[in-house]
């Protein structure tokens, strides 16, 4: 299996634009987080789903930020319009039911000028 | 809410056992210990976990005090490839509902030095 498939690798966008990460879960798997990290705050969840449904969005920090998981192989998050205090490292992970580990993809680097 | 505590930082020379702390004081009776560890520029790795006994595996072992309300992750032969930061988390079983989600701290940030 490929593992947990972010794209893109490196985001760099200016403040006010839209900006779409994606993520490809490992195959099979019911649960799908997106977390954030920066040097401040360190590693947040952010939101996750089971089963294409979103579970816990309490990690949202404002109405700018969405995602969505239309099907079981493909999630996005989308930040619309953008600011430099979005700037971090997004992560996407997978899990099994039941499965205590978390796969998680590489990351997408985001800088918001 | 912070439910563990580690040191920011430890140092290790390669080769030796790397002894990495974390307390746990409030932790349930159905919570596990979990750590992973995040190499610069990688999305953290599952290392492993343990709910009151001692585990081992291929990558380290974890030693929980009786009481539970501390631990030991080792790092047998640390090598330089063993410098990352380090988490430790406690959670409940992921077979309960709601429980799936990881919360991280700080970590400690360990370094393998040559």
């Known amino acids: 299996d490929a593992g947990v498939i972010q794209s893109p690798r490196h985001e760099v966008t200016e403040m006010g634009q839209e900006v779409t990460l994606r993520c490809k879960p490992i195959s099979g798997h019911d649960y799908l987080f997106w977390y954030r990290q920066t040097m401040m705050r360190g590693l947040e969840l952010l939101i996750y789903?089971?089963?294409?449904?979103?579970?816990?969005d309490s990690g949202m920090p404002e109405d700018r930020f969405s995602a969505k998981m239309p099907n079981a192989s493909f999630s996005t998050l989308k930040i619309q319009p953008s600011e430099p205090r979005d700037s971090a490292v997004y992560f996407c992970?997978?899990?099994?039911?039941?499965?205590?580990?978390?796969?998680f993809g590489s990351g997408t680097q985001l800088s918001v000028l | 809410d912070a439910k563990t505590t580690q040191p920011t930082s430890m140092d290790c020379a390669e080769g030796r056992a790397a002894n990495l702390p974390c307390n746990h004081s409030t932790i349930s009776g159905n919570e596990y210990v979990y750590w992973y560890r995040q190499i610069h520029s990688q999305g953290p790795q599952y290392i492993i976990h343990g709910l009151k006994n001692n585990e081992t595996n291929e990558m380290a072992s974890l030693i929980i005090t009786e009481d539970r309300k501390s631990s030991t992750l080792i790092l047998p032969h640390a090598t330089l490839r063993d410098t990352a930061v380090y988490y430790c988390?406690?959670?409940?079983?992921?077979?309960?509902?709601?429980?799936?989600?990881?919360?991280f701290g700080q970590g400690t940030r360990l370094t393998i030095n040559p």
């Open positions: 992970a997978s899990s099994l039911i039941g499965n205590e580990k978390l796969f």
């Open positions: 789903f089971n089963n294409n449904v979103p579970i816990d």
């Open positions: 988390i406690v959670r409940p079983s992921p077979l309960i509902q709601g429980a799936q989600k990881l919360v």
